[in-house]
Nanobody, 114 residues
Framework: QVQLVESGGGLVQPGGSLRLSCAAS????????MGWYRQAPGKQRELVAV???????NYADSVKGRFTISRDNAKNTVYLQMNSLKPEDTAVYYC????????WGQGTQVTVSS
């Protein structure tokens, strides 16, 4: 059974930081492209960042220079370090595993507000 479990969300003030984690089980984690997506109220789910099995990364323009995606294959975990957070970063953040088959986590809420 495949499970992706996100953690690390919460309430943070503008300019603050959070680190999201996504722990995977039931898959050969190292071969998967892992991604972080987010969905704000009333909006479509959008890509935030991806990291491929070889370590290459891509980011949405809106988060470049502020967010960093990384992975630890020994721990079957992908991370999203989020710095300089803005109110428009408020969303539910989802982890996705892709190797042709797609798996999603349940999401973790990130709220940026003073």
């Amino acid at each position: 059974q495949v499970q992706l479990v996100e953690s690390g969300g919460g309430l943070v003030q503008p300019g603050g930081s959070l680190r999201l984690s996504c722990a995977a089980s039931g898959i050969i984690f190292s071969i998967y492209t892992m991604g972080w997506y987010r969905q704000a109220p009333g909006k479509q789910r959008e890509l935030v960042a991806v990291i491929r099995s070889g370590g290459s990364t891509n980011y949405a323009d809106s988060v470049k220079g502020r967010f960093t995606i990384s992975r630890d294959n020994a721990k079957n975990t992908v991370y999203l370090q989020m710095n300089s957070l803005k109110p428009e970063d408020t969303a539910v953040y989802y982890c996705r595993a892709n190797s042709g088959r797609l798996y999603w986590g349940q999401g973790t809420q990130v709220t940026v507000s003073s």
